[in-house]
């Protein structure tokens, strides 16, 4: 993997690896086709019946919650000849209405045959079929994804029973935020942006600060450490602390919320940081999280899902405000996709073979071993 120049300087993946459709294709068929997928919340689902209809690396996925309240996850594909069994958009198209779906928020009907299915993906009914000798319903279930939950988050594993296990994989993320009751948090505000910048370079820049003192200079206002040596002699293990007076991450880096419960002495005046591979990019404060989920769209198109969470309790005061964070943290996402999308059209150019990685981005190099280990070349 190694592959240094002068002065410890190491290369990062190759150019192409950002720019073409061949290494996204790639990227999906060894990454988002097989690992697992941050999609949302559970608030999104509360009660029974409640569903999405995802599209996760261009495959559409149903994901619904069933009547004893568990997840379930499903290729929008119909078992008997393949059509779409949720698809608003074409319906629209032609201006009409089909009898299909999720249907009384207790199936889901095929509108081609009415084949229609439980909401756990069980083959309920097969018109003019059932009744065929040799006909087996339990043999023609939808296909399944795989679903699991981690601190209120969704994820999906297109791979369905092959998927690899998930607590190992949140196995440290869930040591290092044990205290952080994330599972209880709402959403009370989401910003979508689709920025023009490969998703590989938005997750690189994340997990480095060299770039902060230049393109963050509120956000070292409140957090001084970042200016120095990029931030790498930090201990994210501890959290990351503010400037002297300052506790969270607003504009000046106070707020009339309460910590959340639980939180160490250290975690109520710290901030910590976590990246889930390959899409969601956690950032949590005493009184707040903002949760950034990606969705690749294209080899320089990623849509960012910005979730700003709270405690309930806060949330349910009349007075609850949470612009004090969402704003401050708006302008460093602005500033952060800008410089992205620079990398992105900068890397196009022809002399542009690949980048480096200065030593005090020790953290970028996560990427390249990344892609590796889920057997990208």
Not at 56 to 64: C, D, K, P, R
Not at 101 to 117: A, K, L
Not at 122 to 136: M, N, Y
């Amino acid at each position: 993997m190694s592959d240094k120049s002068g002065g410890g300087m190491e290369k990062s993946l190759a150019s192409s690896a950002y720019l073409t459709a061949e290494a996204f294709a790639r990227d999906k068929a060894a990454i988002f086709h097989r690992q697992w997928f941050c999609a949302g919340r559970e608030e999104d689902m509360p009660a029974p019946g409640d569903h999405k209809i995802l599209d996760i690396a261009g495959e559409s996925v149903i994901v619904v919650r069933g009547k004893e309240g568990a997840l379930h996850a499903h290729y929008n594909v119909c078992r008997h000849r393949g059509a779409r069994m949720c698809d608003a958009a074409s319906d629209a198209r032609w201006g009409v209405t089909l009898d299909a779906g999720v249907i009384g928020r207790t199936m889901i009907r095929c509108p081609y045959h009415g084949w229609s299915y439980a909401l756990d993906g069980r083959l309920l009914a097969a018109p003019q079929l059932q009744d065929t000798p040799g006909f087996d319903k339990s043999a023609f279930s939808l296909h399944p994804v795989a679903v699991e939950t981690w601190g209120g988050f969704v994820f999906l594993n297109l791979s369905g029973e092959t998927a690899p296990d998930f607590a190992a994989g949140l196995a440290e993320p869930s040591r290092r935020l044990g205290n952080y009751p994330l599972a209880d948090l709402v959403t009370a505000r989401t910003i979508n942006y689709e920025v023009q910048a490969n998703w590989k370079l938005i997750l690189e820049n994340y997990n480095e600060c060299y770039h902060c003192p230049g393109v963050h200079p509120e956000l070292t206002a409140i957090v001084p450490a970042f200016k120095v040596r990029g931030g790498i002699d930090l201990d994210w293990e501890a959290g990351i602390p503010h400037r002297e007076g300052a506790f969270t991450y607003t504009w000046d880096g106070t707020t009339s919320r309460a910590p959340f419960p639980g939180l160490s002495e250290e975690e109520k005046v710290r901030h910590k940081g976590e990246l889930i591979y390959p899409n969601l990019m956690l950032s949590v404060s005493c009184d707040h999280a903002a949760a950034f989920v990606l969705w690749p769209l294209a080899a320089d198109r990623t849509l960012i899902e910005c979730r700003f969470l709270f405690h309930p309790d806060e949330v349910a005061k009349a007075d609850f405000e949470p612009a004090d964070a969402v704003d401050f943290w708006d302008l460093v996402n602005r500033q952060d996709w800008a410089v992205c999308e620079r990398v992105q059209s900068g890397i196009a150019a022809r002399v542009h073979t690949h980048g480096y990685y200065a030593p005090i981005e020790d953290l970028s190099l996560d990427i390249r071993r990344y892609v590796a280990d889920c057997g990208e070349p």
